[in-house]
């Protein structure tokens, strides 16, 4: 296992980042009147889950932020899901792209939760006197 120094070495930041830059790509085949809705808000969720991960790296040596963070960041990669459904049921992506996409956010969901449960592994350690 290769010594993981800053956020962006995560395997699940890689994943959320690749694929937020795939959502970006997409959108831009999206009407232009879903610029300041739908287009908007899928790539403001689709990004936050990196930001939110950094910022969780940060504040590992609070235990409980780490972990509020990670959170969050469920959070908003489950509603980039939310608007990958929309993106389907309006027709601006075709079946194979959804799920494919669908299938990424599945597996990135699944690393923050495991990040979460196992917060003590990335967080400081409190030093016993």
Request: hydrophobic content about 35%; proline content about 1%.
């Amino acid at each position: 296992m290769a010594l993981i120094k800053y956020h962006k070495d995560l395997i699940v930041y890689q994943k959320a980042f690749e694929s937020a830059m795939e959502i970006f790509n997409l959108t831009k085949t999206f009407p232009s009147e879903e610029k300041y809705a739908l287009t908007d808000q899928i790539r403001r969720s689709s990004r936050s889950v990196c930001g939110n991960l950094a910022e969780a790296w940060r504040k590992r040596r609070y235990e409980k932020l780490f972990v509020n963070k990670l959170i969050d960041s469920e959070g908003e990669a489950a509603e980039t899901q939310n608007w990958l459904d929309f993106a389907l049921a309006c027709n601006y992506l075709n079946e194979e792209t959804y799920k494919e996409l669908y299938i990424k956010y599945d597996e990135i969901l699944a690393m923050l939760v495991k990040l979460s449960k196992d917060y003590e592994k990335w967080t400081f350690q409190k030093h016993t006197q």
